[in-house]
Nanobody, 115 residues
């Protein structure tokens, strides 16, 4: 059974930083591509960043230069370091992986950027 458990969200002021973590189980983590998505109220879920098994990364234009995705295969964990946060980064952040056409999601962690 695949499980993804996110942590690290919270309330932060504009310009601040947070690091999200996603612990995976039920998969051979090192061979799976991983991603972070977010969904703001009234908006569609969007891809924020992804990292392949080969550690190739990809970012949404809106977060390039501010967010960094990384993975620790020994800990079965993927991270999202978020710097220079803006109010428009406020959303629920979800961890994602897929096995063929089947996508797996975590429960989400709330990130709120506000003064």
């Amino acid at each position: 059974q695949v499980q993804l458990v996110e942590s690290g969200g919270g309330l932060v002021q504009p310009g601040g930083s947070l690091r999200l973590s996603c612990a995976a189980s039920g998969i051979i983590f090192s061979i799976y591509n991983m991603g972070w998505y977010r969904q703001a109220p009234g908006k569609q879920r969007e891809l924020v960043a992804s990292i392949t098994s080969g550690v190739t990364t990809n970012y949404a234009d809106s977060v390039k230069g501010r967010f960094t995705i990384s993975r620790d295969n020994a800990k079965n964990t993927v991270y999202l370091q978020m710097n220079s946060l803006k109010p428009e980064d406020t959303a629920v952040y979800y961890c994602n992986t897929n096995r063929g056409n089947i996508h797996y999601w975590g429960q989400g962690t709330q990130v709120t950027v506000s003064s």
